[in-house]
């Protein structure tokens, strides 16, 4: 199944080559996906690396890192209207205040990742103090 899968994934890497080659700007893009490749490598893993070593030692670390992942998802996911809002003639293409809903979203995140872990925290003193008392 492996093999299979491995092999599927290389076809459509080289279809989707061949689509790239056959544009103009296939030089954008080839451009683009080198950038894309040092930003990775050089910015966004070791960033990702040394936030996983910094809570490494929390209590919630798994909560911790949901929370930054779905912040980090939501993030790129909106990075593309947020670094490049283009003035359109259309007023309905993009009508939306996005850095405010971006915040909004991260904000929300962060609050839930609270309300779990404090609900979590509770839980594990009730929990606590009913094991001491049947003791």
Same mark, same amino acid.
């Given at each position: %199944?492996?093999?299979?899968?491995g092999?599927?994934?290389?076809a459509? %890497?080289?279809?989707?080559?061949? %689509?790239? !080659?056959?544009?103009?700007?296939? !030089?954008? $893009?080839?451009? !683009?996906? +080198?950038? +894309?490749?040092? =930003?990775?490598?050089? $910015?966004i893993?070791?960033?990702? @690396?040394?936030?996983?070593?910094?809570?490494?030692?929390?209590?919630?670390?798994?909560?911790?890192?949901?929370?930054?992942? +779905? +912040?980090?998802?939501?993030? @790129?996911?909106?990075?593309?209207?947020?670094?490049?809002?283009?003035?359109?003639?259309?007023?309905?293409? =993009?009508?939306?205040?996005? $850095?405010?809903? /971006?915040?909004?979203? @991260?904000?929300? $995140?962060?609050v @839930?990742?609270?309300? /779990?872990?404090?609900?979590?925290?509770? !839980?594990?003193?009730?929990?606590?103090?009913?094991?001491?008392?049947?003791?």
């Amino acid at each position: %199944m492996r093999t299979v899968v491995g092999a599927a994934g290389l076809a459509l %890497m080289a279809f989707g080559a061949l %689509m790239v !080659w056959d544009q103009t700007t296939h !030089w954008d $893009v080839l451009i !683009w996906l +080198a950038g +894309a490749v040092v =930003l990775h490598d050089g $910015v966004i893993a070791p960033l990702v @690396l040394g936030v996983g070593f910094l809570v490494g030692g929390l209590k919630y670390r798994g909560l911790v890192r949901g929370a930054l992942l +779905a +912040a980090g998802c939501l993030t @790129l996911v909106a990075l593309p209207v947020l670094l490049r809002p283009l003035p359109t003639a259309n007023s309905s293409v =993009l009508p939306l205040d996005y $850095v405010r809903g /971006l915040l909004i979203s @991260l904000a929300a $995140v962060a609050v @839930l990742a609270v309300l /779990l872990g404090a609900g979590r925290w509770a !839980w594990g003193r009730v929990g606590g103090a009913d094991d001491q008392e049947s003791r």
